[in-house]
């Protein structure tokens, strides 16, 4: 069980989880292109979203590695 007095709580969860919820929202978003273009037949949103997706992924996954060195360095242990 987390320690609810933890400050640092969203911190220790995307060190711990932080992979996961990347890769949750890039497919989210992915997913969301064929839908569209089944929805409402834009064909040019699936492109969009597979780049989107791509892009998203890399900002999220870059977060989540800045976050782990800042609590690896700089919080207490």
């Known amino acids: ?7 640092y709580r969203t911190l220790h969860f995307l ?10 929202i890039s497919l989210a978003l992915l997913l969301l292109g064929p839908i569209v273009w089944l929805a409402a037949g ?3 949103a699936v492109p969009v979203a597979i780049a989107a997706a ?4 890399l900002i999220l996954r ?3 590695e800045m976050v782990r060195v800042i609590v690896d360095m ?3 242990k």
Do not use: I, T
């Open 15 to 24: 060190v711990k989880h932080g992979d996961r919820v990347a890769n949750g």
């Open 42 to 44: 834009w064909l040019w």
């Open 54 to 57: 791509a892009f998203l992924l």
């Open 1 to 7: 069980m987390e320690d609810l007095n933890n400050p």
């Open 62 to 64: 870059s977060y989540v």
């Open 74 to 76: 700089l919080l207490p």
